[in-house]
Each structure stands twice: as structure tokens, then as C-alpha cells.
């Protein structure tokens, strides 16, 4: 008999995992306070965006009760922690919800069942919320793990349904894990992890710490390719084939870091030394490398459009910090827009609509096309798959400039040149107007 498993916090995080529980075969009961969420999700309406998590829902509904009750959670084996945990304007997380969500929780676990805490918590966190909830709830036998999420904007559907490993923070790592727990885990077919709370919480900023480093080493040798006439494309295949390196290595040249969890993971770890009397200097430089890469394009705008006699008129494809996410957090193009204050910048995004930026001179078109109308330059911050199909020939018709500065690579850079733009690509020689 399987077992009944609870989500506590239906945000972007708990609502994926949710649905991808569901669709392991498991009933699921998802809880959240806000009754109009819960509402809309029991209608099958999503307030967030994933490719193919709509259709998901709509094959495993029949699992699924949503409820704003705590009390639905009462007959639960498990109960997941799943809310989304913010970050200030310092990059530091924010817990509050975490523990009111918490405290609204407990009181109605059964006894002898399983809380885990799904949302990313400071090293420490769980320990000290495991002694509490001895206190608090002496004689229940609840058993309380951290789990590492593992939730990636734009492919939450597939890491949610094919996990590489799944890392189970324990209050002691040699016991072995209680059955329902362990039931849930296995249905997902790749490995357990199981260590010391502190190891577990520690692992995941592990992770982005060395993607950090991967991001920040081909960001500046994309710019090296950039500056001596290589391609960063070529390059790449010689370290795939490193063993040292990796097929699966990120190495795919950026805007700097974006979405919030990376920058959060470094502040985590600078605190953690100066608390702890280390060396973090190395965190610094990754820090001060975003910051530089993040104003690669204001650089080629700068050089290519300071000569022109009246202000420039720049068109912006993509507002999302990624592609197939509608978030916004950290995202190059609005950074982008803010430092062009004063400038008009047309822009267009397949999921995001941006408002309250009127006077900056920002102004939002209905489609990619509408929005080169009689500009200057076309840049395209997020590489939508949607923007490879378009017809440069009709860009190139309604704009009255041709720089087109294209970071990633999303657009046809050789079509983009016979049509006489100047073409800039992140670490590929740039592709000057009427050059030979």
C-alpha cells in the first residue's frame, strides 16, 4: 500500500513537486492557506509556468486534494515542506514564512509520521527546528529530514520527474530512513544520499558554488575568444571530452549570474567564513565576475551607438532572467533597461509583462516584431525558442539601424550578417556590418 504524502506551501517549488509526487502514483494531499490558489489549482489553473507541467496536472489530478486546511494534512505519512524561500536586496534568505508555515503545521501530524523540509535553509537551520519540535511535540514520534530540492526555472518537470540523486539531510545518517520516506524516494529510481543534516544543507550550496565557478570560467574565456578571433563553440568540445571536466560541465558563456539562488548561495558562504574566521576571497572575485559580465551588452551598445546624432531607440526580446520561466529575479534584461534610464527600449517576452516602468522610457510591445519598430538595435536578453523562428529579413525590414547584439547565440548569426547587421555573440569574434 502506498503511502499518503502531504505538501505543506503550494508556491512555485511545492506545486511542481506536488504534481510530480502525484505522477509517481502516489495520492497527494497539497495544502496552502490562500484559499483562491488553492481554488485555481483544484480548477487545473497554474499560477506559474512550465512546459508540460499543465498537462501533467491534467493526467494525475485524480491523486491530488488541495485544501487551505491544515487538518488535511492530519492522515499524511509524510508532509513536505515546499514553500519557496525569498531573498532580500543582500541576497539573504528569508525564513519567516518558512517557520509561520511550520508552526501552522505541526500541530496536526500524525503521530509516528515523517516532516520534511523540502525549501533551502541555511546550514543548521534543520538541527535547531529538530530540537524545537522535540520540545513542542514530545511523545508524537515525528521524525523531521531535509531534503534538497532541486528545482531549476524553465525545467521543473523534468529535474522534479527524473531527480540524479536525491541528497536527505538526517538527524543521524546511520539509521535508516523511516519506510514511507523511503517508499517515496525509491519511486523515483536514482540514488539516495542519506547524511548529516548539516552535510545535506551544506550540499546545496556546494552545488551552485561549483557552478558558480564553471559559469565564471567560461564567461571569461568567452570574453578572451571575443577579443582574439576564437569561437568559444569550438573550444567547448575539447573540454566535454576532458575527463577532468565533463559532458554534463556547464560551460556556456552568460550574462553573469541570475535567479537568485547562486547570489544567495555566495553571500551564504561569506557569512559563513567571516563567522567562522575563513578565507573567502575566492567568492569575491566570482562576485565582482558577474557583476563585470552583466554589463557586456550595455559595453558593445556603448561603442557601437554613442556617435549617433539623435538618442538611440533599442529593442529588448526577452524580460525573464531565463527561458520558460516567467520569473524576473535577477534578470540581465532588466538590469539592462535600468541602467538605460532615460532611453527608449521597446520590449517583448512570451510570459512576462512588466508595468510601473513607463517613465523610465520603457515601453512593451505585443510581438517580437512590433517591438524593432524604427529602433537603433535589437538585443536579445532571454533566449526564447519562439525567437529563433522569427524572419530576420522582417526585423531587418521594420528596424532603421542593424546592430543586433544577440548574447547566446538564439538567432542565426550567419543570416544575421548577409542581411547587414553587425552581429555579437558572447564569446564569438564579432560580425562587423559590410565586413569581408
Not at 480548477?43 to 487551505?68: I, K
Not at 517557520?99 to 523540502?118: E, F, N, P, R
Not at 521524525?143 to 518537470?157: D, K, S
Request: with cysteine; glycine share 8%; net charge negative.
Amino acid at each position: 500500500m502506498r503511502s499518503l504524502i502531504g505538501f505543506a506551501g503550494l508556491s512555485h517549488l511545492g506545486i511542481v513537486s506536488s504534481i510530480a509526487t502525484a505522477a509517481q502514483g502516489f495520492d497527494v494531499v497539497a495544502y496552502d492557506p490562500k484559499t483562491d490558489l488553492v481554488a485555481s489549482l483544484a480548477e487545473g489553473r497554474l499560477p506559474v509556468h512550465e512546459p508540460g507541467l499543465a498537462e501533467l496536472l491534467q493526467q494525475n489530478s485524480g491523486r491530488m486534494t488541495f485544501s487551505a486546511s491544515t487538518r488535511a494534512l492530519s492522515n499524511c505519512d509524510i508532509v513536505v515542506l515546499s514553500i519557496d524561500v525569498p531573498t532580500d536586496a543582500n541576497n539573504q534568505s528569508d525564513l519567516s514564512a518558512l517557520d509561520k508555515l511550520v508552526d501552522a503545521v505541526v500541530g496536526d501530524l500524525a503521530s509516528g509520521s515523517t516532516l520534511v523540509i523540502l525549501s533551502q535553509v541555511r546550514p543548521g537551520y534543520t538541527r535547531t527546528l529538530s530540537r524545537r519540535l522535540n520540545h513542542l511535540l514530545a511523545g508524537k514520534n515525528i521524525q523531521l529530514h531535509y531534503q534538497v530540492e532541486t528545482l531549476v526555472f524553465g525545467r521543473a518537470v523534468e529535474r522534479a520527474m527524473h531527480p540524479e540523486r536525491f541528497i536527505v539531510g538526517c538527524a543521524d545518517p546511520r539509521e535508516a530512513l523511516p519506510g514511507a520516506f523511503h517508499q517515496l524516494l525509491t519511486a523515483f529510481g536514482c540514488p539516495i544520499l542519506p547524511m548529516r543534516y548539516e552535510s545535506a544543507e551544506l550540499a546545496k550550496i556546494a552545488i551552485n558554488i561549483f557552478l558558480t565557478a564553471s559559469v565564471t570560467a567560461s564567461n571569461t574565456l568567452a570574453e578572451v575568444c571575443e577579443k582574439i578571433g576564437a569561437d568559444w563553440a569550438e573550444v567547448v568540445p575539447a573540454l566535454r571530452l576532458d575527463k577532468r571536466i565533463g559532458e554534463h560541465a556547464y560551460l556556456s558563456p552568460g550574462l553573469g549570474l541570475a535567479g537568485g539562488n547562486l547570489e544567495r548561495d555566495l553571500a551564504t558562504v561569506k557569512g559563513l567564513a567571516a563567522e567562522h574566521g575563513s578565507d573567502a576571497t575566492i567568492i569575491d572575485a566570482y562576485i565582482g565576475n558577474s557583476r563585470y559580465r552583466r554589463d557586456w551588452v550595455l559595453r558593445v551598445l556603448h561603442s557601437h551607438l554613442a556617435g549617433l546624432k539623435n538618442p538611440p531607440v533599442l529593442a529588448v526580446w526577452g524580460l525573464a532572467y531565463k527561458p520558460n520561466t516567467h520569473s524576473t529575479k535577477n534578470s540581465p534584461a532588466l538590469s539592462l533597461i535600468d541602467a538605460l534610464s532615460g532611453v527608449a527600449v521597446r520590449g517583448y517576452d512570451p510570459q512576462v509583462t512588466l508595468t510601473g516602468r513607463d517613465e523610465t522610457g520603457f515601453t512593451q510591445a505585443r510581438t517580437a516584431v512590433e517591438a524593432c519598430a524604427n529602433t537603433d538595435a535589437l538585443v536579445v536578453m532571454t533566449p526564447w525558442a519562439e525567437f529563433a523562428q522569427i524572419d530576420l529579413a522582417a526585423v531587418q525590414e521594420v528596424m532603421r539601424g542593424r546592430l543586433l547584439i544577440d548574447p547566446f547565440g538564439c538567432l542565426d548569426g550567419e543570416r544575421a550578417s548577409q542581411l547587414g547587421f553587425s552581429y555579437f555573440k558572447l564569446g564569438y569574434p564579432a560580425q562587423e556590418r559590410n565586413a569581408a
